[in-house]
């Protein structure tokens, strides 16, 4: 077995171990109760997110967009501004995980023909939603990225404050989180 081979033995194996010691620091992470996929639908901006190394390179303007295709699956379409003014984008796929309201998704931005590797899907859950669909909290069972998206460029305050407040009762360590500029 060749290096590469290797390691993607050691990856597969140590993975769940790993969820499971993470997660439980918190506790099991929740989600939230159900979710109506075709309302979650649309455009939604990045107001703010853990650092991640997929994302270095934007500085403003990022958004995902989400369309409803024919088999079930989601197109995801994530768009970001870069330092040069340029626009970068990323297109994949999500699938829901359990029933059809279920708020437990699996995305993935490698080409189709991967798409049976198991690794090459992240877990995608939403962990907080107000009740109009405007303001959301998506992560995965470690916590180890968060993101949270609006509908609308600028968010109120005392909703983003209220939000802040669940997710780190929720386990989420806060100072991790940085704002995401959108506009300009």
């Not at 060749?2 to 171990?17: D, E, Q, T």
């Not at 995902?64 to 295709?69: E, H, K, S, T, V």
């Not at 049976?116 to 992560?139: E, I, K, N």
């Not at 100072?175 to 995401?180: G, I, T």
Request: with cysteine.
């Amino acid at each position: 077995m060749n290096f590469l081979g290797r390691m993607l033995v050691v990856w597969c194996v140590a993975l769940p171990g790993m969820s499971a010691v993470a997660a439980s620091d918190s506790g099991p992470l929740q989600t939230i109760e159900s979710l109506d996929v075709p309302r979650y639908m649309g455009t939604w901006y990045e107001v703010a997110k853990y650092p991640n190394r997929f994302q270095k390179q934007c500085v403003r303007n990022t958004t995902a967009q989400y369309a409803l295709q024919k088999d079930g699956t989601l197109k995801v379409l994530n768009r970001c501004q870069l330092a040069s003014g340029d626009m970068d984008e990323a297109e994949g796929q999500a699938r829901q995980i359990g029933g059809m309201k279920s708020p437990k998704l699996e995305v993935r931005f490698a080409p189709a023909w991967l798409s049976w590797l198991p690794m090459v899907w992240g877990d995608y859950w939403v962990v907080d939603l107000d009740s109009d669909y405007q303001l959301v909290a998506v992560s995965e069972p470690k916590r180890e990225f968060l993101w949270v998206l609006a509908r609308t460029q600028q968010v109120d305050k005392a909703k983003y404050d209220a939000l802040l407040h669940r997710l780190k009762a929720r386990g989420f360590d806060l100072s991790r989180l940085e704002l995401s500029p959108q506009g300009g």
